[in-house]
């Protein structure tokens, strides 16, 4: 099992950039894809983006992709999402997740372990 534990969030101005944590228990966080999702007010929670387990194989959602970076450090435990040139319609919780599946996955029902998540507020 592995817990995650998000920390990063907060307020910022559109334009802006926040870098999002993902800290994980265990010592077999190497062996687990990493995920970030997201759920703005009164929708379903969405995707936006994931990581293989050595961190070659990346994939962002569109309406992210040139604005995010996802990475991951498999020696401290930790994964990233760098948010660049935020925009109002980016403000939602954002969990990050973790799974063991061997393939890669972009919908939430396959992740098995999820944080508490962190709540991001963009302004305009």
């Known amino acids: 099992q592995v817990q995650l534990v998000e920390s990063g969030g907060g307020w910022v101005q559109a334009g802006g950039s926040l870098r999002l944590s993902c800290a994980a228990s265990?010592?077999?966080?190497?062996?687990?894809?990493m995920a970030w999702f997201r759920q703005p007010p009164g929708k379903e929670r969405e995707f936006v983006a994931r990581?293989?387990?050595?961190?070659?194989?990346?994939y962002y959602a569109d309406s992210v992709k040139g604005r995010f970076t996802i990475s991951r450090d498999n020696a401290k435990n930790t994964a990233y999402l760098q948010m660049n040139s935020l925009k109002p319609e980016d403000t939602s919780v954002y969990y990050c997740?973790?799974?063991?599946?061997?393939?890669?996955?972009?919908?939430?029902?396959?992740?098995?372990?999820w944080g508490q998540g962190t709540q991001v507020t963009v302004s305009s």
């Open positions: 997740a973790a799974t063991s599946n061997a393939y890669g996955s972009s919908r939430f029902v396959d992740y098995h372990y």
């Open positions: 265990g010592r077999t966080f190497s062996t687990y894809r």
């Open positions: 990581i293989d387990v050595s961190g070659v194989r990346i």
